[in-house]
């Protein structure tokens, strides 16, 4: 019967999730908190969904919508600047690796930012920095997540039905590889 409720609560966590993603502007916090119920599975065997992500929903909105205008900002940023690159004829040569570095520290710092928030409750500056850290120290942990998050955009594409229940399994699977690397730092800046 546990195996039961464990994948129910993956598919009512998922189904809240996106609820709460349709006003757009509130995708990062309704991730933040699905990250605070997977960490709670985690850590303390409980498997209830709906009352803690409106809890940790509520808790975290200030701290994950200013990450999330953030990120909206660097990614539109990121987005415009690679369009306009193949305009620049010669500069190209030259910005096209500066594009590439930022993007890649862009990905890796992703892969542990909802994890972070999640792990260690500190505002958007602090999970940047926290991010940034353990992406680069725990390059492994990083590069492992951004494949993962691949192979479930891939199981999306090609098995629709996967919609229903991916995201929370992609949140729980992640937040375990960051949980690992958060259990070797005796602490971190918040």
Not at 26 to 46: E, G, N, S
Not at 117 to 132: D, P, R, W
Request: aromatic fraction near 24%; hydrophobic fraction near 60%.
């Amino acid at each position: 019967m546990r195996i039961l409720e464990f994948f129910t609560s993956f598919f009512l966590l998922n189904i809240l999730w996106l609820l709460f993603c349709l006003p757009v502007l509130t995708i990062f916090p309704a991730t933040v908190a699905m990250y605070c119920v997977v960490r709670q599975w985690i850590l303390h065997k409980d498997y209830s969904v709906f009352k803690p992500f409106i809890q940790f929903f509520k808790k975290n909105f200030k701290t994950s919508f200013l990450l999330g205008l953030v990120w909206l900002l660097f990614a539109g940023i990121f987005i415009i600047d690679y369009f306009l690159l193949g305009k620049l004829g010669g500069f190209q040569t030259f910005l096209l690796p500066v594009l590439a570095i930022f993007g890649t520290l862009f990905l890796f710092i992703s892969s542990f930012i909802f994890s972070t928030i999640a792990n260690y409750n500190v505002n958007f500056i602090n999970a940047i920095k926290n991010s940034l850290f353990f992406s680069v120290r725990y390059f492994l942990t990083a590069i492992s997540s951004i494949l993962l998050l691949i192979l479930c955009i891939m199981f999306v594409l090609t098995w629709s039905v996967t919609f229903f229940f991916i995201f929370s399994v992609y949140a729980y699977v992640n937040y375990l590889l960051c949980y690992r690397v958060f259990t070797k730092i005796p602490s971190v800046n918040t």
